[in-house]
Nanobody
Framework: VQLQASGGGLVQAGGSLRLSCAAS????????VGWFRQAPGKEREFVAT??????????YYADSVKGRFTISRDNAKNTAFLVMNSLRPEDTAVYYC???????????????????WGQGTLVTVSS
């Protein structure tokens, strides 16, 4: 699976952005798709993930974004989305989408569980 993330940009605090993750291949519906982010000088961290058809399409979030971010997918278009509302300066980071078809539930928040990664898209939130 090849992934292409897009939709990043500059936004003021309190604003919104929608990130997209377009995937190639015919197995997208079975993939767990996750979003991770990496701020300057920090480690990559989990943001959100959505399970594939085998996992019932359930979604999971980091506590820091719960209630503000929403992950979704459109399997017909091989695309996943991350809608980010009420953005804060601390959300500034490069956002990466990742996918894998073989992740157990207990490992969905771990970046090492994902074998396929997109190139990242920069989100900058100004105060």
């Amino acid at each position: 699976v090849q992934l292409q993330a897009s939709g990043g940009g500059l936004v003021q605090a309190g604003g919104s952005l929608r990130l997209s993750c377009a995937a190639s291949g015919r197995t997208f519906s079975r993939q767990t798709v996750g979003w991770f982010r990496q701020a300057p000088g920090k480690e990559r961290e989990f943001v959100a993930t959505i399970r594939g058809s085998g996992g019932g399409g359930r979604s999971y979030y980091a506590d820091s974004v719960k209630g503000r971010f929403t992950i979704s997918r459109d399997n017909a278009k091989n695309t996943a989305f991350l809608v980010m509302n009420s953005l804060r300066p601390e959300d500034t980071a490069v956002y990466y989408c990742a996918a894998d078809a073989s992740i157990i539930l207990s490992e969905v928040r771990q970046s090492r569980s994902y074998g396929n990664w997109g190139q990242g898209t920069l989100v900058t939130v100004s105060s």
